[in-house]
């Protein structure tokens, strides 16, 4: 059985260090304490929940919260 408390933790974490601005994965990763495939795991899933948008630039993405983000997430 999933951990879920932990997992919405990981992506509390991950909202609240994009919403200062765009970020990479290993800057994520770095901030919030995570290993990179946690943070890529959990930026996939908000991707699909339209939470957050991906501009790839050549193999680096930088990964910002969308309008519909902000607006659902952020007080």
């Known amino acids: 059985m999933r951990n879920v408390s932990r997992g919405l933790a990981s992506r509390t974490k991950i909202i ?3 919403e200062k601005g765009r970020n990479n994965i290993p800057e ?3 901030k919030a304490g995570l290993s990179q495939s946690c943070v890529g795991y959990h930026l996939k899933l908000l ?3 339209r939470v957050v948008v991906v501009n790839q630039s050549g193999r ?3 990964w910002t919260l969308t309008k519909y983000g902000q ?3 952020l007080p």
């Open 71 to 73: 607006e659902r997430l």
């Open 28 to 30: 994520i990763s770095e």
């Open 47 to 49: 991707l699909k929940h």
């Open 16 to 18: 609240e260090i994009m």
């Open 60 to 62: 680096a993405g930088r």
